[in-house]
């Protein structure tokens, strides 16, 4: 079983930013694919960035140019960088892991993932 931990969330305006962090528990962190979901009050949970096992990643359309999804294997934490911050960015944030290799294409389907946090709330204000 592999525990997610999100952190990192908060409350700030347009324009601004926050890194959101995720804690792993699995033991062999490193294959493990891993991404970035967002569901707003009302919608559809969605993928916001993935990163697989072999470092490739992948955006949403709406958060390219703007988040950055990244990993650190030693201390085995996923990071979310995300600037220039808009309001409809906000939403609660997921942390989602699977072991092994996902395909690129595939790396923001939520049916890809056995794995979930907690989540970590942001709200942008205008």
């Known amino acids: 079983q592999v525990q997610l931990v999100e952190s990192g969330g908060g409350s700030v305006q347009a324009g601004g930013s926050l890194r959101l962090s995720c804690v792993a528990s699995?033991?062999?962190?490193?294959?493990?694919?891993m991404a970035w979901f967002r569901q707003a009050p009302g919608k559809e949970r969605e993928g916001v960035a993935g990163?697989?096992?072999?470092?490739?990643?992948r955006y949403a359309d709406s958060v390219k140019g703007r988040f950055t999804i990244s990993r650190d294997n030693d201390k085995k934490i996923l990071y979310l960088e995300m600037n220039n911050l808009k309001p409809e960015d906000t939403a609660m944030y997921y942390c989602?892991?699977?072991?092994?290799?996902?395909?690129?294409?595939?790396?923001?389907?939520?049916?890809?993932?056995?794995?979930w946090g907690q989540g970590t709330q942001v709200t942008v204000s205008s």
């Open positions: 989602a892991a699977v072991w092994g290799w996902v395909r690129p294409e595939t790396l923001l389907m939520s049916d890809e993932y056995k794995y």
């Open positions: 699995a033991y062999t962190y490193a294959t493990y694919s």
């Open positions: 990163i697989n096992d072999g470092l490739s990643t």
